[in-house]
T-cell receptor
Framework: DGGITQSPKYLFRKEGQNVTLSCEQN?????MYWYRQDPGQGLRLIYY???????QKGDIAEGYSVSREKKESFPLTVTSAQKNPTAFYLC????????????FGDGTRLSIL | GENVEQHPSTLSVQEGDSAVIKCTYS??????FPWYKQELGKRPQLIID?????GEKKDQRIAVTLNKTAKHFSLHITETQPEDSAVYFC?????????????FGKGTHLIIQP
């Protein structure tokens, strides 16, 4: 879906390092989400934001942080407190109001050096 | 929160045959059920969704059925083709209102045998 851009496509993290994954959307969607995908697992919700300057923890928020200063942007920081960060990270967005189709970006694959 | 179970984890069918993937959910307040297709290393793409005010929805070779009483919904693919090979995920609202993301099943790897 060309409306959501994630970068970088691949990212490597060193021990003790924080890294930030970018997610930008031009769909004018109010809601944005971050999911983590591990092999053989479904997508698990990390954080979500329904509106600018507001965000909520999902099921696996520990070791992650987010910000939502602009409607178009929802960056995810993987902190050094996240001991098992190797995964495929997917950003999504949807219209507000709940129960709306979510559109995904191409994902960022994070690995440990 | 919602709990979504998806079966089977792997499904192999002959090209031209039908495939059925089933999901159950736990929250009776859930009222939106999307299905996503994900090819290897790519983004999940919405292929069909259904809301609780209908029992079935079709889009060409793809259909979804919903049984709210039993709290399960199924994806049906008819006349399967090689390009249908992928991982399919069902999902339901993370909480009944749906404003806080989706809970996904663990996925079904669909293999179309030539």
């Amino acid at each position: 879906d060309g409306g959501i851009t994630q970068s970088p496509k691949y990212l490597f993290r060193k021990e003790g390092q924080n890294v930030t994954l970018s997610c930008e959307q031009n769909l004018n969607h109010d809601a944005m989400y971050w999911y983590r995908q591990d092999p053989g697992q479904g997508l698990r919700l990390i954080y979500y934001s329904q509106i600018v300057n507001d965000f909520q923890k999902g099921d696996i928020a520990e070791g992650y942080s987010v910000s939502r200063e602009k409607k178009e942007s929802f960056p995810l920081t993987v902190t050094s407190a996240q001991k098992n960060p190797t995964a495929f990270y997917l950003c999504a967005s949807s219209m507000s109001g709940g129960n709306q189709p979510q559109h995904f970006g191409d994902g960022t694959r994070l690995s440990i050096l | 929160g919602e709990n979504v179970e998806q079966h089977p984890s792997t499904l192999s069918v002959q090209e031209g045959d039908s495939a059925v993937i089933k999901c159950t959910y736990s929250d009776s307040a859930s009222n939106y059920f999307p299905w996503y297709k994900q090819e290897l290393g790519k983004r999940p793409q919405l292929i069909i969704d259904i809301r609780s005010n209908v029992g079935e929805k079709k889009d060409q070779r793809i259909a979804v059925t919903l049984n709210k009483t039993a709290k399960h919904f199924s994806l049906h693919i008819t006349e399967t083709q090689p390009e249908d090979s992928a991982v399919y995920f069902c999902a339901a609202p993370h909480s009944g209102g749906g404003a806080d993301g989706l809970t996904f099943g663990k996925g079904t790897h669909l293999i179309i045998q030539p």
